[in-house]
């Protein structure tokens, strides 16, 4: 258990589950220069991370996740990556439901999700075909070649969110950020507070 740290529910208690695997990058170092993703700030490759596994069934996997859920309210999980379409599937989705469990995932939008997710949150990556044109968060990180924000406030989201992309050009992008997002106040700033304040 513990918190959603960027996006419109910065701040949020949930369980996260993080799926290996994307279709966008291998999550091998010596891949990432031509990696579709060069960015990926997240290691998604393995199942041996704390609390993670290997579930043959989504019974199991719904049940391990569950144990990480200490409240008396309604779970809220959100499932992440890598690309999460690639395994979740309705089976999966069909035992959280039974289970009450309000379910988030963070997509790059290659892939048209199941039906049953309560949260559809999509950060696309330049250069790729964006099929999931609606949901409640459209979360971009900024900047990027071959993406129009523009073109993307025609997208049919709650929440039109702008996250500065981490790495050596943090400081430049944090300000390019934030003049965007001042002289195109659709978009809100989001800023990766796990970082900031070290959650785990």
Request: charged share 20%; with cysteine; proline share 5%.
């Amino acid at each position: 258990m513990t918190f959603q740290g960027e996006g419109s529910q910065t701040g949020r208690v949930a369980v996260f589950c993080r799926f290996t695997g994307c279709n966008l990058w291998t999550g091998h170092e010596e891949d990432r220069e031509n990696a579709i993703c060069d960015f990926c700030d997240t290691d998604f490759v393995g199942t041996d991370g704390p609390g993670g596994g290997v579930f043959s069934d989504a019974e199991k996997m719904t049940a391990h996740l569950l144990s990480f859920w200490a409240s008396d309210q309604l779970p809220f999980m959100v499932f992440t990556g890598g690309e999460p379409l690639l395994q979740m599937d309705n089976a999966l989705i069909g035992e959280l439901k039974n289970n009450s469990v309000e379910i988030a995932i963070e997509t790059n939008g290659t892939i048209i999700p199941p039906v049953g997710i309560d949260w559809v949150c999509v950060s696309p990556k330049g250069g790729t075909e964006i099929v999931v044109t609606s949901g409640e968060e459209l979360k971009v990180v900024y900047p990027q070649n071959n993406l129009n924000l523009d073109d993307m406030l025609k997208f049919d989201f709650t929440y039109f969110s702008l996250q500065p992309k981490d790495g050596k050009d943090k400081d430049v992008n944090i300000k390019k950020t934030l003049e965007y997002c001042k002289n195109n106040p659709k978009w809100n700033l989001s800023l990766q507070s796990h970082k900031l304040i070290n959650i785990p």
